[in-house]
């Protein structure tokens, strides 16, 4: 975690993320961008993610790159770590250890995405992604809640790394609060043309 909070907190253009399997922010980033393929067929098509690492939201150097996917076998999140690595970002990976663990690769590189990261966190969850079993059916999936609090966990790292360092953190504001509006409009400005999905 300490690891993941430096590069994350150096002077990277962007934080860059990309979540495979359930649906979550990053899921639904990159479906819209999919074109409607569903996320498991998609997930596990082989060169699929030059496609999505294109143009002005691809990583390069100086940038960090978040991938999640609770088995860490298919091919988009490898091959998405491995190209962004490739361009010179440092890749963290939010995945299930024990579940890559119980899974062979799917994907040409044979490899799973915490072989493919330069930073892994686990998640701890268990293979399959189903942590209650009721009768023949298991269920309640943990990898989203799982991985949300862990990308919070890297994010409040990095915004006390940058104060303790003497640097201001550009972080969004509640547009529920009070002046939140205008002070995310000024960060909307500013990286809109580097983040075209803002």
Avoid: W
């Amino acid at each position: 975690m300490e690891r993941s909070r430096s590069v994350a907190g150096n002077d990277s253009t962007r934080l860059c993320a990309e979540q495979a399997g359930r649906p979550g922010l990053g899921a639904r980033t990159v479906s819209r961008r999919m074109r409607g393929r569903p996320g498991c067929v998609a997930e596990c098509t082989p060169r699929y993610a030059a496609t999505l690492l294109h143009g002005a939201v691809a990583p390069g150097a100086g940038d960090a790159l978040f991938v999640f996917s609770n088995s860490g076998r298919n091919a988009v999140p490898v091959e998405m770590a491995l190209e962004a690595k490739r361009r010179g970002a440092t890749t963290l990976c939010i995945t299930s250890l024990a579940h890559a663990s119980a899974a062979a690769p799917r994907n040409p590189a044979g490899l799973r995405l915490h072989e493919a990261c330069d930073i892994v966190l686990d998640n701890g969850g268990v293979p399959g992604d189903a942590a209650i079993e009721v009768g023949p059916c298991r269920c309640g999936p943990t990898s989203t809640v799982a991985g949300a609090a862990l990308l919070q966990a890297v994010v409040c790292g990095v915004v006390e790394a940058l104060v303790a360092e003497g640097r201001e953190p550009e972080v969004f504001r509640s547009a529920n609060e009070d002046g939140g509006d205008e002070a995310n409009e000024a960060f909307l400005r500013k990286y809109r043309a580097s983040i075209p999905m803002l």
